[in-house]
């Protein structure tokens, strides 16, 4: 089985970055090919498969289970809204990728 690296960061699904990204770990994950080096879940509440969840007001384990089930990513964050919160776009705008862009030129 050759290990595989998850999708970008900046993936965007339905305005939302990142949420590819980790729905990608636990595709991999659960398939045996995640690459050495990727953090997968929620033990620490700074790594961003944390972060994106609480966003999200979902329970990791359980959105790894819906995921695991099937379906788009674009299904998939539905899920999310449905069981969870689904933030605004004023929410949502500060996470683009163009906003992140802009910031880390700021930071640099």
Known sequence: MQDQTPC????????????ARM????????AGKLAPGYFCGVEDPTFFDARCTRFLGVNY?????????????????????????????????PFSPNAVGAMKAVLT
């Open 8 to 19: 970008t960061d900046y993936q965007k699904t339905k305005g939302l970055i990142y949420f």
């Open 23 to 30: 729905l990608d770990k636990i595709r991999l994950n659960a």
């Open 61 to 93: 384990d359980e959105l790894a289970r819906r995921t695991l089930q099937g379906g788009s990513d674009e299904e998939i964050l539905e899920w999310c809204f449905a069981n969870g919160r689904k933030p605004s776009e004023e929410e949502i705008a």
